[in-house]
């Protein structure tokens, strides 16, 4: 069993950065590929960023691919989202993601992760 938790949100003005990390306990990352999703109140959770462990990506959508990066610490063992120029459009609770044995074509589907975090509120206000 692995348990994940996120860490870094908060509230940050339009413009702003924050980086988010994913730690993982009870099983490490290995074999496992990482994603980062979030979600507004009455919208489906969209996919932002993925990496695997061991080899292979990043992944993005398209739109984030210029703020957003992913990025892993081995020694830490997190994996980290940095998100640059901050909109209010950005203003969702974001979630880290594990799953194993995903191929390319499943990784920006939120049924392929096994494993979630309980979310962390990311606020972008003046």
């Known amino acids: 069993q692995m348990r994940l938790v996120e860490s870094g949100g908060g509230l940050v003005q339009p413009g702003g950065s924050l980086r988010l990390s994913c730690a993982a306990s009870?099983?490490?990352?290995?074999?496992?590929?990482i994603g980062w999703f979030r979600q507004t109140p009455g919208k489906e959770r969209e996919f932002l960023a993925a990496t695997r462990w061991t080899g292979g990506g990043p992944y993005y959508t398209d739109s984030m691919k210029a703020r957003f990066t992913i990025s892993k610490d081995r020694a830490q063992g997190t994996v980290h989202l940095q998100m640059n120029s901050l909109t209010p459009e950005d203003t969702a609770v974001y979630y880290c993601?594990?799953?194993?044995?995903?191929?390319?074509?499943?990784?920006?589907?939120?049924?392929?992760?096994?494993?979630w975090g309980q979310g962390t509120q990311v606020t972008v206000s003046s």
């Open positions: 009870g099983r490490s990352f290995a074999n496992f590929a």
């Open positions: 993601a594990a799953g194993s044995g995903l191929i390319v074509g499943r990784i920006r589907s939120e049924d392929a992760y096994t494993y």
